[in-house]
């Protein structure tokens, strides 16, 4: 496609409910990234693929979240009974090298 | 551990002034830097990234940025601002040859006067 795109663009979620964020990547974009942005801050990592391999979760904040890119272009980021700190924006991004990374326009998650 | 900070998190200039937004980092080796800019309820746009290549890297816009080792420092700046630069703008940090994940400052929100 022509660019990152993220589904739902915005989402609002009660605490405890399960909710599913999606990332189309640039095609042909073997790198995948997830970022977490809470209001007034810059991205934080959350997790990297390497086509459907998951090679870097250490940003991820709990086990409540969980991410997956099985046939290596699409990637969904799910996360478990939902809590007010996880209210942020998330942000994916795709990369052919390693020198520039492209992102969505993120979903805004807001849990109530 | 790399890390990147953004000296003042507002910047407030007038039309037509000098914008400069400072970053420095902290890295054991010689990093990546990039600048990206956030526009309200959307994405990062990458401005300019420094890659090893020229220390002077010219982006966007009419951004320019200047990687200074000595400094550890890679400062945005534009001769004139327009009331279109009005955003946030976000420095970030990756290792090179790999590690791809960036580090980000916490952002400059950047406004510019009539």
Redesign the interface.
């Known amino acids: 496609g022509a660019g990152?795109s993220q589904s739902p663009r915005y989402k609002v979620a009660k605490r405890g409910q399960d909710v599913a964020l999606r990332c189309d990547p640039i095609s042909g974009h073997v790198?995948l990234?997830w970022?977490q942005q809470a209001l007034?801050?810059?991205?934080?990592?959350l997790t990297?693929f390497q086509n459907e391999a998951q090679l870097?979760k250490s940003?991820l904040p709990s086990d409540r979240f969980f991410a997956e890119r099985p046939e290596g272009s699409v990637s969904t980021l799910k996360i478990q009974r939902t809590q007010q700190e996880d209210s942020a924006v998330y942000?994916c991004?795709s990369?052919l090298t390693?020198?520039?990374?492209?992102?969505?326009?993120?979903t805004r998650l807001t849990v109530v | 551990a790399q890390s990147?900070t953004q000296l003042g998190s507002h910047v407030s200039v007038s039309e037509g002034a000098l914008v400069l937004l400072r970053c420095n980092y902290s890295s054991s080796v010689p990093p990546?830097l990039f600048w990206?800019v956030q526009y309200p309820?959307?994405?990062?746009?990458?401005l300019l990234?420094y890659?090893s290549a020229a220390t002077l890297v010219k982006g966007i816009n009419g951004f320019e940025a200047e990687f200074k080792k000595s400094e550890t420092s890679f400062h945005l700046t534009k001769p004139s601002a327009h009331m279109s630069d009005a955003a946030e703008y976000?420095c970030?940090v990756?290792p090179?040859?790999?590690g791809?994940?960036?580090?980000?400052?916490?952002?400059t929100i950047l406004r510019v006067k009539s």
């Open positions: 990152v790198s990234f970022y007034g801050q810059g991205p934080e990592f990297y870097d940003g942000l991004a990369s390693s020198s520039e990374a492209f992102f969505g326009q993120g | 990147v990546y990206y309820n959307q994405g990062l746009q990458l990234k890659t976000f970030a990756t090179p040859m790999g791809n994940k960036l580090v980000f400052g916490a952002g």
